[in-house]
C-alpha cells in the first residue's frame, strides 16, 4: 500500500500548496465578487520579490533560518503595494459593475503586470532554492519526502486557523463574513463597506504573493507562472466555494488527492482530472460546495 | 433579402478576394488567421448580446481543429471544405452537449463553467502521447476538390476558402440576428422571466447560441489549422479563450462586420508588436482593453457607428 | 351551460409549515370578468401563481378548457392561451415600448418552426402599433420601457400579454401603484379591449369600487381558500367578506352617516 501512502502524502502536499494559493483569491470572490485574474499575477510577483530577496540575503551572507523571513516580508511588501495599486488606483472605480466585466478589468491587469515583471526582472530563471534545500529530507520507506514541503502542509494548516481565527475572532473578521453573506444588508446596517473591499483586497493580494513566495525555493521562477497557476486557482474556489476558508481547505484537499491519484496511477488524467472535478461540482453545486449565492436562472 | 450590412459584407469579399492578387504572401496570412479567428469572435458577439460572456471557446477552436486535422492525419481526409464542415459539426455536437448544461447558467457562473470545459479538453490533450503531447501535431496538406496546391499557391487557396467561410458566416449571422429568435437577445438580458411568459423558452434559446457558437469558433479552428499547418493543445489553452473575449471587447458587438474589422485590427497590430515591441505587446493590450472597457464600451464598431451617424 | 374555460378542483398549496391556499374549487365560464379579492397573505396570488405554472400546487387539479394544465411550465401555459400580468409590471426596460410589443407578438406569432422568420417585418409592427392605439399608449412608442409612467408601464405589461392572444388573462393587481384618478382610467381600457376581444379575465384587486364596477363574479379570499363566490352585490355585502376581507369599520365609512364603531 506504498502508493495509497505517496497518493496521501504527495496529495496532502499539493493541496496545502493550492490552498495558500487560492485562499487570497478565494476571499477577494467572496467579500467583492470579483474573481480576480490579476492574482495569478500577485504569485508570479511574490515567487520573483521572494527569489530576488533571498538572493540579496544569501549574498549579505547572512543565516539561513532568516531566509523563512525575508520570503514572508517579500510577500507582505508585494501584496501591499500590488495590491494598493490595483484597488486605489483602478479597482475602485469599477466597483458597481457587471461582474463579469470585472473580471476582464482584471485579466486586463494581469497582462499589464506580466509584461510589467518582464520589464523588471527580464526572462531568466531566477533560484531560490537555499531555504528548501536546508531543510533537508526525511526518508520513509522508499519515499523520500523533502522537509520544506512538509513545513508547507504545516503553513497551509497555520493559514487557515489564522484566516478562521480572523474572520471569526476579530472585528475586522466579523465585518468580511458579514459583507460575504450579504453586502446590501451590511451597508445598511453601517458597514464602511468601501473599506472592508480596500482590506480585503489587500490582504488577498497578500496572501497571493504569500502563495508565490513560499513556492519560489521549490521552482525554478520562470515568466509564465502565473497563467497556469490561476485557472488551478480558479477550479479550487470553484468547487469549494467563494469566500470559504473551509471550503477552500476542501477544495484544495479534493484536487490534491485527485491529481496525486491521478499521476500515481494514470498519468494521462492528471490535468483533466482537475477540470473534470471542477465541472461537476458547478454542474451540480454552482455556488461550489460551501456557498450561499444564486447561480442557476432554472 | 436587401440588407444594408449583407451588401457591406459581399463588398468587402470582393475587396478581399481581389486582394489575393496583390497582396505579400505575409499579409495574407495574416487575414487568413484574423478572420479564422473572427469567427469565433462572432460566436462571442451571440452570446454577448444575451448577457452571457463565454471564456471556453478555445473548447470548440481546439475541438473544430484536432477534429479536422486528425481526420487528415488518420482518415487521409484532406479536402479543405470537406475539413471545415465536418470540424464545425463536431465542434456543434460537442456544443451541443456541452449546451444542455451550459444553458442553465447565467453571468460568472456561465463564465466559469465554459472555462472548465475548455480545460477539461486542454489536460486531455496535452497529457495525450499520441496527439503529440504539448507539441501538437503538424497536419497534411489541404487539397481543394482534388487540386493540391503548394506554397504560395496553397496559402491563396487556404486564404480564399476563410473569407469564403467568413462571408457566409457573416451572413447566416445577420439573418440569425434578424430573425425572431435572434431578436430575443436583448429580451432574454433584460428580463427572462418576462420571456418565459410571453410563451418562449430562454434555456432553448442560449442552448441554441451555445451551438451556433460553438459552431463558429470550431469552423475558425479548422481554418487556423489549416493556415497554419499544425495543431496544438494551446489552441484549448484558457488564454486563447480570453483573446477571443479580448478581441470581441475591442471589435465591439454593433454588426457582424465588427469582428472581421475588429480582428484584423488586432492582428495586424500584434503582429508588428511582436516583431518591434515582444516585451510589451501584453502590456499594449491589457491597456487598450483597459481603455476600451472604461471608456469605449462599444469598442471599434462604436466609433465607427458614431462618426457614420454623423454625431 | 357552456363548459368552464377554467376549473380549479381542490387546489392547495403548503410551504413546510405554511398553509398558502386550501381546498379551493372555482369554475370559470368563457368571457367573465371575476375580481379577486382578500387581504394580503390570503391566497390570492398564490392562486394566480398557481394557475400560471409559477407555482405547483400540493393538491389538486388545474383545467383549462379540459385539459390538465396543473404541472405545466409558465411558458406552455402562455402557448395554451392563458396569460398573465404582474403585480410589479415586468417589462424589457432598455427596450422601446414599441419594441416590447413587437416582441411579445413575434414570440406569439411565430412559434416553434417560424422563430427564423425575420421580427421586424411591416406586417408585424403595424399590428404592434394597433395594440399601442388600442390601449392608448402609442405616444409613448419609441420610449424605453424604464421610463415610463407607472400607469403606462402597467398598460404595457398587459398588452404584451394579451398580445400572446390568449384566452384566459389573470391580472395581478392592475391598478396597484396607481393614483386613484388614474385607476380608473385604466381599467376602462383594459376592460374595454379584453371584452371586446371576447376573453375571460380575472383580475385581483383592493380597491372594492373598481371590482364592484368592473367584476361580474368576486371570488373572495381568506386565510388560503375562497370564502365567498358570486355577483360582486352579494360578495361585497356578505357577512363573512365584509369581516375578513373588505373589512367592517371601511364598510361603515362608505354609508354616509354611519358611526364607526371599534370592533
Not at chain 1, 474572520?167 to 473599506?195: C, H, P, Q
Not at chain 2, 469565433?40 to 471564456?55: A, E, H, K, N, Y
Not at chain 3, 426596460?93 to 417585418?121: H, Q, Y
Request: charged share 15%.
Amino acid at each position: 500500500m506504498l502508493t495509497g501512502f505517496a497518493i496521501l502524502v504527495d496529495g496532502l502536499v499539493y493541496a496545502s500548496w493550492l490552498f495558500i494559493v487560492a485562499i487570497g483569491l478565494s476571499l477577494i470572490f467572496g467579500v467583492m465578487k470579483i474573481l480576480n485574474v490579476a492574482h495569478g499575477a500577485f504569485y508570479a510577483f511574490g515567487a520573483y520579490g521572494a527569489a530576488t530577496l533571498v538572493g540579496l540575503y544569501f549574498q549579505a551572507d547572512l543565516p539561513v533560518a532568516g531566509a523563512f523571513a525575508a520570503l514572508l516580508v517579500a510577500a507582505v511588501l508585494i501584496g501591499l503595494v500590488l495590491g494598493s495599486i490595483l484597488e486605489r488606483g483602478l479597482l475602485r472605480w469599477v466597483y458597481g459593475r457587471d461582474e463579469v466585466i470585472v473580471v476582464l478589468v482584471t485579466y486586463a491587469v494581469f497582462l499589464i503586470l506580466e509584461d510589467v515583471l518582464r520589464l523588471i526582472w527580464g526572462s531568466d530563471s531566477y533560484f531560490a532554492y537555499q531555504p528548501y534545500v536546508a531543510l533537508g529530507n526525511v526518508v520513509v520507506g522508499d519515499m523520500i519526502i523533502s522537509n520544506y514541503d512538509l513545513g508547507l502542509i504545516a503553513l497551509a494548516g497555520l493559514t487557515a486557523i489564522s484566516a478562521w481565527w480572523g474572520l471569526t475572532r476579530t472585528k475586522w473578521g466579523k465585518l468580511l463574513v458579514a459583507v460575504i453573506y450579504d453586502r446590501e444588508m451590511s451597508t445598511a446596517f453601517g458597514i464602511n463597506v468601501t473599506a472592508v473591499f480596500a482590506i480585503t483586497f489587500l490582504i488577498g493580494a497578500m496572501l497571493g504573493a504569500f502563495g508565490g513566495a513560499f513556492t519560489a525555493p521549490k521552482i525554478s521562477v520562470t515568466p509564465g507562472l502565473g497563467v497556469e497557476v490561476i485557472v488551478l486557482a480558479f477550479a479550487v474556489v470553484a468547487i469549494g466555494g467563494m469566500g470559504s476558508i473551509p471550503g477552500a481547505l476542501i477544495g484544495s484537499l479534493i484536487v490534491g488527492w485527485c491529481r496525486a491519484a491521478a499521476v500515481h496511477l494514470l498519468p494521462e488524467v492528471e490535468l483533466f482530472v482537475i477540470y473534470a472535478v471542477m465541472a461537476l461540482v458547478l454542474a451540480f453545486r454552482p455556488e461550489g460546495l460551501f456557498s450561499r449565492m444564486q447561480a442557476r436562472k432554472i | 433579402m436587401w440588407d444594408r450590412t449583407i451588401f457591406l459584407l459581399c463588398a468587402i469579399f470582393v475587396a478581399a478576394v481581389a486582394g489575393a492578387f496583390v497582396m505579400p504572401d505575409w499579409a495574407i496570412f495574416l487575414a487568413t488567421v484574423a478572420v479564422a479567428k473572427a469567427l469565433v469572435v462572432l460566436g462571442l458577439m451571440i452570446l454577448w448580446r444575451t448577457g452571457l460572456v463565454s471564456f471556453g471557446q478555445a473548447l470548440y477552436f481546439g475541438a473544430g481543429g484536432y477534429a479536422a486535422g486528425l481526420a487528415g492525419l488518420w482518415l487521409g481526409l484532406s479536402d479543405a471544405v470537406l475539413l471545415v464542415v465536418f470540424g464545425s459539426v463536431i465542434a456543434a455536437i460537442l456544443a451541443w452537449v456541452v449546451g444542455l448544461l451550459l444553458a442553465r447558467y447565467r453571468e460568472i457562473f456561465f463564465a466559469m463553467l465554459s472555462l472548465a470545459f475548455s480545460m477539461i479538453l486542454y489536460g486531455l490533450l496535452v497529457n495525450t502521447e499520441a496527439l503529440g503531447s504539448t507539441d501538437g501535431v503538424n497536419i497534411i496538406a489541404p487539397t481543394f476538390l482534388g487540386y493540391a496546391p503548394l506554397g504560395a499557391a496553397q496559402v491563396r487557396a487556404v486564404y480564399l476558402l476563410t473569407m469564403a467561410s467568413g462571408l457566409i458566416a457573416a451572413c447566416l449571422v445577420q439573418i440569425y440576428l434578424q430573425s425572431t429568435i435572434g431578436q430575443l437577445a436583448g429580451p432574454i438580458r433584460d428580463n427572462e422571466i418576462r420571456v418565459e411568459y410571453l410563451g418562449a423558452s430562454a434555456r432553448a434559446v442560449i442552448h441554441l447560441k451555445v451551438v451556433i457558437a460553438g459552431a463558429l469558433a470550431g469552423a475558425g479552428g479548422v481554418l487556423t489549422a489549416l493556415a497554419v499547418g499544425h495543431i496544438d493543445p494551446e489552441m484549448a489553452y484558457w488564454t486563447t479563450s480570453g483573446g477571443f473575449v479580448f478581441v470581441t471587447i475591442l471589435a465591439g458587438t454593433g454588426s457582424v462586420i465588427a469582428p472581421f474589422l475588429g480582428s484584423l485590427l488586432f492582428e495586424t497590430v500584434r503582429s508588428f508588436a511582436m516583431v518591434y515591441t515582444p516585451e510589451t505587446w501584453q502590456l499594449m493590450l491589457g491597456s487598450a482593453l483597459l481603455l476600451t472597457i472604461l471608456f469605449f464600451p462599444g469598442g471599434l464598431w462604436s466609433l465607427f457607428e458614431r462618426r457614420r451617424a454623423g454625431v | 351551460m357552456a363548459t368552464p374555460i377554467l376549473e380549479v378542483h381542490d387546489l392547495g398549496k403548503t410551504f413546510g409549515s405554511v398553509t398558502a391556499a386550501r381546498d379551493i374549487t372555482v369554475s370559470i365560464p368563457p368571457q367573465q370578468t371575476v375580481g379577486i379579492i382578500g387581504a394580503n397573505g390570503a391566497g390570492k396570488t398564490t392562486f394566480v401563481n398557481m394557475i400560471t405554472g409559477y407555482i405547483k400546487p400540493s393538491t389538486g387539479r388545474i383545467l383549462f378548457e379540459g385539459r390538465d394544465i396543473t404541472d405545466l411550465s409558465p411558458r406552455d401555459i402562455t402557448r395554451l392561451g392563458v396569460s398573465r400580468s404582474f403585480q410589479v409590471a415586468q417589462v424589457f426596460p432598455t427596450m422601446s415600448v414599441l419594441d416590447n410589443v413587437a416582441v411579445a407578438l413575434g414570440i406569439a406569432r411565430r412559434g416553434a418552426g417560424a422563430l427564423w422568420r425575420p421580427l421586424r417585418t411591416r406586417r408585424l409592427l403595424e399590428d404592434s402599433q394597433a395594440i399601442l392605439e388600442r390601449y392608448r399608449i402609442a405616444d409613448y412608442r419609441d420610449a424605453a420601457a424604464n421610463t415610463l409612467p407607472q400607469g403606462v408601464r402597467k398598460l404595457l405589461d398587459i398588452a404584451m400579454a394579451v398580445a400572446a392572444e390568449p384566452r384566459v388573462v389573470l391580472l395581478d393587481e392592475p391598478t396597484s401603484g396607481i393614483s386613484v384618478e388614474e385607476k380608473y382610467d385604466i381599467m376602462e381600457v383594459v376592460v374595454g379591449v379584453l371584452k371586446a376581444a371576447g376573453l375571460t379575465v380575472l383580475f385581483v384587486e383592493h380597491d372594492m369600487d373598481i371590482v364592484e364596477r368592473y367584476a361580474e363574479r368576486v371570488l373572495a379570499f381568506y386565510e388560503g381558500t375562497a370564502i365567498a363566490d358570486g355577483p360582486p352585490a352579494e360578495v361585497l355585502h356578505d357577512d363573512k367578506v365584509k369581516e375578513f376581507v373588505v373589512g367592517e369599520t371601511l364598510h361603515r365609512l362608505r354609508r354616509p352617516g354611519a358611526a364607526v364603531a371599534h370592533a
